[in-house]
């Protein structure tokens, strides 16, 4: 277990399954609410609120604050999978709202030059490019 850890509970232990099953997709925290409400388990919303914190901490998920309307989303990332900063950026359709994560070695770039030549970092857990997805269009 990750030293910044500070409990190991049942509830810890069946949201992180949860987060492993869907860790392709991005949920947001009233999304593993309704998840287990479906399932009948009894874990409390601010329970849920408190261990995805936790776990972002811990650095097993990520926290992506998308924009001021949507509400944060959580994404499995393992605990050595991606540093801290590392680019993976994100595309939200502005249609059905969905959200995907990207890894892209030209956007890497981009973010490169925008550094070099322009003094700018991007944050890459913030950095959101709005369009329409292949199922909307």
């Not at 869907?22 to 998840?35: F, L, R």
């Not at 995805?52 to 604050?65: A, C, H, P, Q, R």
């Amino acid at each position: 277990m990750n030293q910044r850890s500070k409990y190991k509970t049942s509830q810890r232990d069946i949201l992180i399954d949860y987060l492993k099953s869907v860790k392709s997709d991005h949920v947001t925290a009233g999304d593993v609410c309704e998840h287990f409400r479906s399932c009948g388990a009894n874990i409390a919303q601010a329970t849920v609120y408190r261990r995805l914190e936790s776990l972002v901490d811990e650095g097993i998920i990520n926290k992506y604050i998308i924009d001021g309307n949507s509400p944060a989303c959580f994404e499995y990332v393992g605990e050595n999978s991606h540093a801290p900063g590392e680019a993976c950026f994100h595309l939200k359709c502005e249609k059905c709202g969905k959200l995907l994560h990207l890894h892209c070695e030209e956007l890497d770039q981009i973010g490169g030059h925008l550094f070099k030549e322009h003094g700018f970092k991007l944050d890459p857990l913030r950095t959101v490019f709005y369009g329409i997805c292949d199922e909307c269009r």
